[in-house]
């Protein structure tokens, strides 16, 4: 299950590729049901807040009509950066399934643990890896055509 839902999560990055934007895509899942869902929009929208995760947590907020997702899960092409981090913290979500680590900005585990500090009053379940490769290989073929 955890492999469809992050095919649904590289769906939307790849879309965001397409518009130009940093390929990255995000599900919000309930009851092994996507209730949210979005890519990076932050040139679209002008907008540096409009970052895939946000994006997802924003429409299942309102698929569900409250501001904690209590119960859900999110997934992530890439790992999350510490902005996507606290809003995933702060909507109480069960779970974070992450693609593929970003060494430069990822808040998870590559810069500081952001999860794992004590002083949150939730705690969110990570788990790193799932299609891997297919995470990595969209965001470095993005970069490469850039450089």
């Known amino acids: 299950m955890k492999e469809l839902f992050m095919k649904e999560a590289l769906n939307r990055a790849q879309l965001a590729f397409k518009k130009d934007e940093v390929p990255i895509g995000a599900v919000v899942v309930k009851n092994n049901e996507i209730i949210g869902y979005g890519q990076n929009r932050t040139i679209e929208r002008n907008s540096v807040f409009a970052h895939a995760e946000i994006e997802a947590i924003k429409m299942a907020s309102q698929k569900v009509q409250n501001y904690r997702l209590i119960g859900c899960d999110i997934y992530s092409t890439i790992e999350p950066c510490h902005l996507c981090a606290k809003a995933i913290i702060a ?7 992450i693609g593929a680590k970003e060494p430069k900005e990822g808040s998870i585990v590559s810069q500081d643990n952001f999860l ?27 970069f490469k055509a850039k450089r």
């Open 91 to 97: 909507s109480r979500m069960d779970n974070l399934f």
């Open 116 to 142: 794992d500090k004590p002083f949150h009053n939730h705690k969110t379940h990570y788990e790193i890896g799932i299609l891997e490769n297919e995470c990595k290989e969209i965001i470095q073929r993005f």
